[in-house]
Every structure is written in C-alpha cells, then in structure tokens.
C-alpha cells in the first residue's frame, strides 16, 4: 500500500482546516525553527508539520530518497528541487532520524 494518498488527504485535510491558535512544542517547533533557520517559509505551520510526518511515513514504507523527494516537490509546486530536499531533510531529521544516512533508501 502506497501512502502516496494519505499524503494527498492530508493535505487537503490541513488546508483547509481552520488556523490553530496554541503555538507548536517540542519536535514541531523545532521543525518550524529549521526550515526558518533554512529559509523555507511556511504560510501555515499545521500544514507543513503533518507533510513532514507523512514524508516520515512514506519513508517508513519504503519509498527510496528519490521518491519521497518527488513526492514533496510535486505537492509543493512552490519549493525548488533544492528546498523539496531540504524540506525532506528536516522532516526526517526532525521526525524520523532513524532514516538519515540510511543507504539501503538513499535518505539524506
């Protein structure tokens, strides 16, 4: 099973949800931190902390760096290629470390 669709549902789900009014903690505000730390702006925070959690869960389902990659540059039209593979490095670092440097999916 591919989370490909999960990854588009929430998305959705996120984007059109209203704004949460509580500030991120912990592992999601250091996420937040690190893309503005890289220059990655996010309009809505919800939104980027659960496609980061989804690019976890794609990795996790085996999906190699390359397809992941894809995936966050195609739902991302926005992020160059560039900031599509720092936003997958920061998701993983933030939220799935056990996939950084992992050769056998050629994660970051």
Excluded: W
């Excluded at 591919?2 to 549902?9: E, G, K, M, S, Y």
């Excluded at 500030?23 to 730390?37: C, S, Y």
């Amino acid at each position: 099973m591919t989370l490909r669709p999960v990854l588009l549902a929430i998305a959705a789900m996120v984007a059109f949800a209203a704004p949460a009014h509580a500030d991120p903690t912990g592992d999601d505000a250091a996420f937040l931190a690190a893309l503005a730390n890289a220059g990655i702006t996010v309009p809505n925070p919800a939104q980027a902390i659960a496609s980061a959690q989804a690019v976890c869960g794609l990795m996790r389902n085996g999906e190699t760096g390359l397809q992941v990659l894809t995936d966050v540059k195609k739902q991302n039209p926005a992020l160059t290629l560039d900031g599509a593979a720092m936003f997958t490095a920061i998701a993983s670092n933030s939220y799935c470390p056990e996939h950084l440097g992992a050769p056998e999916g050629g994660y970051f």
